[in-house]
Nanobody, 126 residues
């Protein structure tokens, strides 16, 4: 059973940076595409970024492109989300997700992910 544990959230001023981490355990990390989503109160879960199981392919939501970077470290079984130039509208609970896939592809739809973490809160003050 896959277990995902997010960390790194917090309170930051607009324009600041944070790096989120998601520790993967329970299965073989290299078989899973990984993604980050976020959910603000009263809003639907929103795709943020995805990385393929090889780490070669990445994909970003337009709202974060150029500001956020997703990466993965196979030695540490961890996926990261480096967030820069943060805006108040980035405030949300950030969730990590894992999808077992035979293809080296990015997974965008939350419906394709079978495994989710509990999330880490990011709050950006203006």
């Amino acid at each position: 059973q896959v277990q995902l544990a997010e960390s790194g959230g917090g309170l930051v001023q607009a324009g600041g940076s944070l790096r989120l981490s998601c520790a993967f355990s329970g299965r073989t990390f290299r078989y899973y595409a990984m993604g980050w989503f976020r959910q603000a109160p009263g809003k639907e879960r929103e795709f943020v970024a995805a990385v393929s199981k090889s780490g070669i392919n990445t994909y970003y939501a337009e709202s974060v492109k150029g500001r956020f970077t997703i990466s993965r470290d196979s030695a540490k079984n961890t996926v990261y989300l480096q967030m820069t130039s943060l805006k108040p509208e980035d405030t949300a609970l950030y969730l990590c997700a894992a999808d077992y896939t035979a293809l080296d592809r990015t997974v965008i739809s939350p419906n394709e992910y079978d495994n989710w973490g509990q999330g880490t809160q990011v709050t950006v003050s203006s």
